[in-house]
């Protein structure tokens, strides 16, 4: 890829992240208890983060559905890059049973995660450091 | 106890989707947050777009105040639970490739149906370890 490419995609995805952090502060999806609320139905449920979920997949959905899918290409790039996988497999289920026991036990999934490291508290940081370390012990055991 | 916010959500949501959307549009890739974080691990190329990313999200927490918008300052889970839980959704999200953002909006929205099983598995899960936290062991 040309330099300049590499830079241009450098900036987009600067804006779109800094974009998503917006979405996820307003949203308050970095509020651990608004979250535990949420997946609380039989306590005290709190339903705002189905409206977030709603209005993320209104807008992404009709989006893909009306302006990627007829192209054939993005605009800066030579191709889409979507995964591949088709098929419901053991890596699938077991992944996201493990997400949904750790998701629960905080509160926190990882774009949060990270948003919330501006806080400089301790326990944000320990959460990031113990996500990386899942993640690296699970591609070290994939890789065997 | 925390209030209904069905505006903020929705809008708030909509933000987050039109995020994902300008990154698919523009440069192709999928705004999963798991991926982007496991990914920067990797070499090349690939790692720059990612850390750009990153740095957006670490940027919208900076630039939240002066936009007078909340954030929590600390984490209530306790340290063990703090750990297990962020070792679980890292360990988690890179077997099951995906996360909230890759499979609950990017994955959905674009019909997959191993998201919509993903998704709908970790919210199963979720809501029952926090049922059985809140009201049998915290009961």
Redesign the interface.
């Known amino acids: 890829?040309k330099k300049q490419l590499?830079s241009l995609?450098?900036?987009?995805?600067?804006?779109?992240?800094?974009?998503?952090?917006?979405?996820?502060?307003?949203?308050?999806?970095?509020?651990?208890?608004?979250v535990?609320?949420f997946?609380?139905?039989?306590?005290?449920w709190?339903?705002?983060?189905?409206?977030?979920?709603?209005?993320?997949?209104?807008?992404?959905?009709i989006?893909?559905a009306l302006?990627?899918k007829p192209?054939s290409?993005?605009?800066?790039?030579?191709?889409?890059?979507?995964?591949t996988?088709?098929?419901?497999d053991k890596?699938?289920?077991?992944?996201?049973?493990?997400?949904?026991?750790?998701?629960?036990?905080?509160?926190?999934?990882?774009?949060p995660?990270?948003?919330?490291?501006?806080?400089v508290?301790a326990?944000?940081i320990?959460?990031?450091?113990?996500?990386?370390?899942?993640?690296?012990?699970?591609?070290a055991l994939?890789q065997r | 106890m925390t209030e209904f916010t069905p505006i903020s959500a929705l809008i708030g949501g909509a933000i987050l989707g039109f995020a994902a959307l300008l990154l698919l549009i523009l440069n192709g890739r999928l705004a999963g947050i798991s991926g982007i974080i496991s990914g920067v691990m990797s070499t090349g190329q690939n790692a720059f777009w990612r850390w750009a990313f990153i740095g957006g999200l670490i940027l919208s927490g900076l630039i939240a105040p002066w936009l007078n918008l909340s954030m929590p300052t600390m984490l209530t889970a306790s340290w063990p639970l703090t750990l297990i839980g962020g070792f679980l959704v890292g360990f988690g999200t890179y077997i099951g490739a995906g996360c909230t953002s890759g499979h609950g909006i990017c994955g959905i929205g674009r019909l997959s149906l191993r998201s919509i099983v993903a998704t709908l598995i970790f919210m199963l899960v979720a809501t029952i370890v926090v049922f059985v936290s809140r009201h049998i062991v915290g009961a």
């Open positions: 890829m590499l995609h450098g900036l987009v995805a600067f804006i779109s992240g800094s974009l998503f952090g917006l979405g996820l502060i307003v949203s308050q999806m970095v509020d651990t208890n608004k535990l609320n997946l609380d139905f039989f306590g005290q709190d339903p705002s983060l189905a409206l977030v979920m709603g209005g993320g997949l209104g807008v992404f959905g989006g893909f302006l990627v192209k290409k993005p605009l800066f790039d030579e191709s889409f890059f979507l995964p996988k088709k098929h419901i890596k699938l289920i077991t992944g996201a049973c493990l997400f949904g026991l750790g998701w629960g036990f905080v509160g926190i999934c990882p774009g995660a990270i948003v919330n490291l501006v806080s508290d326990k944000f320990g959460f990031v450091v113990a996500m990386l370390v899942g993640m690296f012990c699970a591609r994939s």
